[in-house]
């Protein structure tokens, strides 16, 4: 009978430390460090940062309040009173400036959150489904393609002032989400042939739980950037529509209603309109890095950082 040659085992190093199992890195932790390796990523989420810091506690730092009225200082030049200056009836440019920053971000993200969640949701369901329900929710979306929604949202929204600027977001986003719709749901034709998915459904999974569990999961890195570019278009649709007088009504103020109202004194006068339109550029233009870097970071063929 053959001996079994027994293996000797590796003495063990006084004081040494005893080997621990590295734990595996999950896809949030992946995502991470591919989007802080891209510096224009990280550079547009840091003044994002800085807008949002200036937005919600630059109104604690001045002793003005973007709805006071300094009669003794009319159209004042930049100063230790008026960091900004004033505008033409002397109410503070800085706290109008923030005050209108914060009422332009909250219906930016609003609107995103809304038209994203909406396109996610009849997009999937029109995929997955198909037959009736893919009929009818197509319709819907073509219905609301073929409408100028320019002009409906300015021909409603004077009319639904009782609401305020939540109405205004409703109406935003009800105008916002159909093309976003349409690509979900191609990605969702292709998703539910997918193996995966197949397997999910023999094994008697309900549909919405497959697409909330299998879906969208692989659709997030689109509805994540989608989302960004949703921010920044609905503040620049906000901004247009303020602009027109159709938007954010008095004596609330926003980005565009400070932009229309300092337009006729940009030469003359022009801290009444260059700090709202130049952190107008600037927000739209770090959203854009930001929706960038995201979708290298999610993309999983991507190399993140080699900008």
């Known amino acids: 009978m053959t001996a079994l040659t027994e293996i000797p085992e590796t003495p063990e190093v006084p004081g040494a430390p005893a080997p621990v199992a590295a734990a595996p890195s999950g896809r949030a932790a992946l995502v991470l460090r591919r989007f802080l390796r891209d510096r224009s990523a990280l550079a547009g989420a840091v003044v994002l940062l800085l807008l949002f810091v200036l937005a919600f506690a630059g109104p604690y730092l001045t002793p003005w309040s973007y709805d006071h009225i300094d009669y003794g200082a009319l159209r004042a030049a930049p100063g230790p009173a008026h960091w900004w200056g004033t505008n033409r009836i002397g109410q503070d440019v800085f706290a109008q400036t923030v005050h209108g920053l914060q009422k332009s971000l909250i219906i930016g993200l609003l609107v995103a959150v809304l038209a994203t969640g909406l396109a996610s949701l009849v997009g999937a369901c029109a995929g997955y489904f198909g037959g009736w329900t893919d009929r009818v929710l197509m319709f819907l979306v073509d219905l609301l393609l073929v409408f100028p929604s320019f002009l409906i949202i300015a021909i409603v929204s004077p009319r639904l002032r009782f609401g305020g600027w939540v109405a205004f977001v409703g109406l935003l986003a009800v105008f916002a989400w159909m093309i976003t719709a349409r690509v979900v749901r191609s990605m969702t034709r292709s998703l539910k042939e997918q193996p995966f998915v197949r397997a999910a459904r023999y094994m008697g999974v309900g549909p919405f739980r497959v697409i909330w569990r299998h879906v969208l999961p692989n659709v997030a890195s689109f509805l994540i950037i989608d ?81």
């Open 227 to 307: 989302a960004t570019i949703q921010v920044g278009g609905a503040v620049m649709s906000e901004t247009a529509l303020s602009y027109f007088g159709f938007g954010v009504q008095p004596p609330d103020v926003s980005l565009g209603t400070l932009i229309a109202d300092g337009t006729g004194a940009a030469i003359t006068y022009p801290w009444m309109f260059f700090f709202a339109a130049g952190l107008l550029v600037v927000f739209v233009l770090a959203v854009n890095l930001v929706g960038d870097g995201l979708r290298d970071a999610l993309d999983p063929t991507s190399k993140g950082g080699r900008r």
